[in-house]
């Protein structure tokens, strides 16, 4: 009997970043903080949305890609998983409001999902499990935050704002194809925000090696072992991007080359999306990939856990890559903006 | 302006407002946006999604906005001719300097309205520059 993954496949992708943009040095600036001392985050700039936008309004635009390149009609889908930690209401769901706007409504799932920046990947493998058993034909996930930072934090550097999604379904027909997938959890306070709290905390150093390494490490070494694959295997590896350097760490000591992970890293222009982080980077490699290439995809959150999937890119991949806009043409439509307009439009003047 | 944050309000316009729809006259022709139940010249009308692609005919620089609209102020209020219909909507994602009119602008789903800190949020379509 195949492997339930084996049966699932991704139809559409979307990706969506804001067009505004500070870069380190303004806010290095801002602090006083040193040259040294922001270049070791290994980041150039960050994107930020705009005051009328928020985490629903940017999973939206991503969707419309994705569902663009799925070629589908919005009643095909049969849940809509929206992943994200800045969700503008509390309690309400964004996953309805965005199956309303494409058409999805009534007769589907839709359900937040918070799993601090793996939620929309939770997601992605509960979807392989609804699509292979048969019981839904397409799901779409989304992820989506307005990553937020306390003024003054080290994360005012990385948090940034962007959207991923993704249609999945059948195997046949899908522009990639699902090998295996594996999930490691445990219970680590390494960054969380309180009800109620504006700004999140982090554990400082604590993120890095307990959190970040030990997660991402154990699912990618857990599925390579359940595959019977090694690093070299594969042509492209996305981790999880909370900065320009701990991606790049992590892929080094797990043995994967520079070059396999040159094209899925976009936080050094962009900054941490949070749950579209390492999604965004995935858009990005599937806009590049080619017919018969392995990818990597290791998505993080804390609190703490990590997905690994094996992803293998087919021949139909050709015929959607022109159908939406792509990572990098949001990338590029860019414009920048001061620090003062960056509290502006993140809502962070005191009136 | 119409109050556009009731949770009624909300409601009852998401159709038109999340997916750009308008409504189209079967007798005259007509099209408009918001939809109208009846068409000026009398006759019945039927839903259509607009095209989310269109040009800036012309535009309003506000820079002394009202309360609400002062953290996105100056707020830019434009024309914009969809080839079917004109409508006018918030142009976002620009600064005066860089709108003119004959621009090329496309439709973005954003917050319309929000009532308060604690109220119910309106979303609707937007416009922006388009980039190639």
Redesign the interface.
Known sequence: MPKPEALTGIHGWGAYV???RISMVDIARQWGWSDHQWKALGMIEKAVA?????A??MG??AAQNAVRRAGIKGEEVGAVFFGSESK??AVKPSAT?IA??L?ITPVTMASDLEFACRAASEGMRASIGLIASGMLKYTLVVGSDTAQASPGDVLEFTASSGAAAFVLGRAEGAAAVFEGSYTYVTDTPDFWRREGAPYPSHGEGFTGEPAYFKHIMEAVKGLLSELGLRPSDFSHAIFHQPNGKFPVRVGEMLGFRQEQLKVGLVTPQIGNTYNASALIGFARVLDYAKPGERVLLAPFGSGAGSDAYSIVITDAIEGKKGLAPTVD?YI??K?AISYSQYV?MR?M?VK | MMRVKTPPVVWRS?NHR??LVGSKCKACGEVRFPPVHFCSCGGEVEEVELPRAGRLVSYSIVYAADEESR??SPVIMGLIDLGVTRVVAEI??ASPEEVHSGMQVEA?????GEDGETGV?A?GI?F?PA?G
């Open positions: 804001p067009r505004a705009a005051y009328d936008e928020d629903t309004t939206l635009e503008p209401y409001i309303e706007a058409g043409h590029r439509a414009r502006k809502r003047l | 998401r999340y997916k953290e996105r976002v994602d973005v789903f954003r917050r319309i949020i979303y937007k922006r980039v």
